[in-house]
């Protein structure tokens, strides 16, 4: 007899993510980033807040699974910047993965539901760098799948809503 557990279904499709991957915009020298980067790999835990940096910068949430005897596969789910500090950024998103404030219901899901594998990815940016410009060029090449906010996708109407609402 043929049956589906509906239940097991409605869990799967939790996990199902798109990911927009444009080669043409991994090579336009208008989206490249005009300074050389250090990054820095952290996981993301309370614990590790004290490796977190007191300086401006940019960051990015990855999900990395860690499967044994297996290459390493990374998901690149969001790219953001800070004027404040890193250190005080990934403060605010622990107390968001708490659903303290008003959580954005995109990135609360990704904190939690990928806990175990979100690592918080940062470089320092110097002051004299606009940290905005560094950002847009990572959105507007990479178009992460939880960020809502895509400088490109406002100007160019293919971009929209590209992965619904």
Known sequence: MYDIDFIKKGEYLLHV????????????????????TSWNK?????????????????????????????????????VGKTNRTLWIRY??????????????????EMLNQYADYLYFYYTEIPT????????????????PTVNTDIPEA???PELKNLYGS
């Open 42 to 78: 952290v996981k993301f835990t309370k614990s590790n807040r004290s490796m977190i940096p007191k300086s401006k910068g940019i960051y990015c949430f990855v999900v990395q699974p860690d499967l044994i005897n297996f290459f390493e596969t990374t998901y690149l789910f969001y």
């Open 154 to 156: 406002k100007i160019s």
């Open 91 to 108: 403060k605010e998103y622990l107390d968001e993965k708490e659903g303290k404030g008003k959580p954005r219901n995109k990135v609360f």
């Open 17 to 36: 993510k798109k990911f927009f991957l444009y080669p043409k915009f991994w090579k336009d020298p208008t989206k490249m980033l005009t300074v050389p």
């Open 128 to 143: 004299s760098i606009d940290v905005d410009s560094f950002e847009q060029n990572l959105l507007n090449t990479f178009v």
